[in-house]
């Protein structure tokens, strides 16, 4: 099976940003995203009709809506474009009492409430996947970055994949489940990861071996379409880009912006290294799957593994050092001042533990939790 690589400009940007319409008043999801979408799209059709790649869409969820990006030249180019559909949503929501929450998972709404939009697509995820599927009451934000070399797709996989624990932890924002704390920084990650397509990308040493593994895997019937290898870090043949998918979705704009920098700079290093023939620093696949499990129990409190000699460290330690190495990286790219907002994230909290503040100031109250994150992503703060 042969899989061509479109190449593109080396770190161009594409990002998305899932997110969920909830009552203004309650702080509950409902499933309103189908009926703000074309709302939406009556105004601006062109955001629905980009191509196969449409910049506003639905999701796997009715209560979901996804913002896309085109292909932007730096970070402030992709954070105008997500600001300008965000606002134009609201234009729809808020005469309707509707609100947006953006958040790994809803602290308290029942997964078995949410309704799934009909689409086949989504109707036979369900009836293979069964009880986690129907679980998937999950949104993210993804990241892809341009690469001009298929050359590069796979060695900057691999480095990616180290640097997971910094990207899972700075974005965690799911502590809570159906009105549970789970002790969790990331439930999200936890739960996505069940379905069988998804989790951890295997190791491909070469490109041919990674056409092998996806035609066993669409001739075994695990997959029909290469679209649907849903790992947490992944290729994107069409486009040109690696795409890190697994952070979770995060409640404000300059977040958003911040890890975008953060995965755009790491990518960049990895490509400089790809070219200057240094193979970039690669864990072994116990320690990528040790480092996820950590950084999604504790957050940035979590010690990670960084080498292969099993060499451990304080997650912020190890997060200061690697800014401070990227910070020629991002004034090359233009995303200094985004890169910096890393550190605010290290100082304010991430967005689990600023849930379970809010949460112990209101004696446990989770629709709290709920529309303090509506106010933080309507205000960016």
């Not at 949410?114 to 949104?139: A, F, N, P, S």
């Not at 997971?164 to 920084?185: C, V």
């Not at 116990?286 to 451990?312: C, I, M, S």
Request: hydrophobic content about 40%.
């Amino acid at each position: 099976m042969e899989i061509s690589f479109a190449r593109s400009p080396q770190s161009t940007l594409g990002v998305e940003w899932e997110i969920a319409l909830v009552d203004a008043s309650t702080g509950d999801l409902v499933p309103r995203g189908r009926e703000t979408l074309e709302a939406v799209l009556e105004s601006r059709p062109e955001w629905g009709t980009e191509g196969d790649h449409p910049q506003l869409t639905g999701e796997f969820l009715l209560n979901t809506i996804e913002l896309v990006t085109g292909v932007c030249r730096d970070v402030a180019h992709s954070t105008e474009q997500l600001s300008a559909m965000l606002d134009e949503v609201r234009t729809v929501t808020d005469p309707r009492g509707l609100e947006v929450f953006a958040a790994g998972t809803h602290p308290f709404a029942r997964w078995q409430d949410q309704q799934v939009t009909d689409k086949q697509r989504y109707h036979k995820l369900v009836d293979r996947t069964q009880y986690w599927g129907r679980q998937m009451v999950i949104y993210g934000v993804h990241v892809h970055v341009g690469l001009d070399s298929r050359a590069k797709a796979l060695p900057v996989l691999d480095g990616l994949l180290t640097y997971y624990p910094h990207l899972l932890a700075l974005s965690a924002n799911s502590p809570f489940w159906a009105g549970e704390d789970t002790g969790y920084a990331s439930q999200r990650s936890m739960i996505f990861q069940q379905l069988s397509t998804a989790g951890l990308p295997y190791h491909f040493p070469s490109w041919d071996a990674y056409e092998q593994g996806i035609e066993d895997m669409i001739s075994t019937g695990i997959i029909e379409e290469l679209s649907e290898a849903r790992w947490d870090v992944r290729p994107v043949p069409r486009l040109g880009t690696d795409e890190v998918r697994f952070c979770d979705g995060l409640s404000t704009l300059w977040e958003v912006a911040a890890l975008t920098a953060l995965t755009q700079c790491l990518a960049e290093s990895l490509s400089r290294d790809v070219e200057a023939g240094r193979a970039p620093a690669r864990l072994k696949p116990w320690h990528v799957q040790e480092n996820k499990w950590r950084a999604a129990r504790y957050g940035l409190d979590a010690e990670v593994v960084t080498g292969p000699d099993n060499t451990e460290r304080d997650l912020c330690e190890d997060l200061t050092g690697l800014l401070d190495r990227l910070e020629p990286v991002a004034a090359q790219l233009g995303c200094a001042r985004e890169l910096s907002d890393v550190e605010r994230i290290m100082q304010q909290g991430a967005g689990y533990q600023r849930q379970r503040a809010v949460a112990r100031a209101h004696d446990g109250d989770l629709r709290a939790v709920a529309l303090d994150i509506v106010r933080r992503t309507r205000e960016n703060d």
